[in-house]
């Protein structure tokens, strides 16, 4: 599960939660989040090379681009980036890096 805050006047206010499937299964795990703010945009990376990406302006549980890094199914995030037209994902067992134009959902590289 992810939950998103909001820095209100009076503290933090709860602004959206996403569920990601049940907790005991390795592919629906979250293993990364980045936010790029100025878009609105969450990326989120799970076990197992998918990584999803949400507007974070609406209220909507519903990812706008999913993208797969390989078919690895015990591909292991440790760290991603976002911005405006890039992402990245780096990750162990096996070791790879992921880049895609993540709006068109074009992979330009991997090494794994």
Same mark, same amino acid.
């Given at each position: 599960?992810?939950?998103?805050? #909001?820095?209100?006047?009076?503290?933090?206010? $709860?602004?959206?939660?996403? +569920?990601?499937? *049940? !907790?005991? +299964?390795? +592919? &629906?795990? /979250?293993?990364?989040? *980045?936010?790029?703010?100025?878009?609105?945009?969450?990326? =989120?990376?799970?076990?197992?090379?998918?990584?999803? %990406?949400? *507007?974070?302006?609406?209220?909507? &549980? #519903? !990812?706008? +681009?999913?993208?797969?890094?390989? &078919?690895?199914?015990? %591909? =292991?995030?440790?760290?991603?980036?976002?911005?405006? *037209?890039? %992402?990245? /994902?780096?990750?162990?067992? !096996?070791?790879? =890096? %992921? /880049?895609?134009?993540?709006?068109?959902? =074009?992979? $330009?590289?991997?090494? /794994?």
């Amino acid at each position: 599960m992810v939950r998103l805050y #909001e820095n209100k006047q009076h503290g933090f206010k $709860l602004r959206h939660t996403w +569920q990601f499937g *049940d !907790p005991q +299964q390795q +592919q &629906t795990k /979250v293993e990364c989040i *980045d936010l790029l703010p100025e878009i609105n945009i969450m990326a =989120v990376a799970l076990h197992g090379s998918k990584c999803m %990406f949400y *507007d974070i302006s609406k209220n909507s &549980t #519903e !990812p706008i +681009q999913v993208l797969k890094g390989g &078919t690895h199914a015990w %591909f =292991v995030p440790d760290s991603i980036s976002l911005s405006r *037209d890039y %992402f990245a /994902v780096s990750g162990r067992k !096996p070791s790879a =890096v %992921f /880049v895609w134009k993540w709006r068109k959902g =074009v992979r $330009l590289s991997n090494k /794994v």
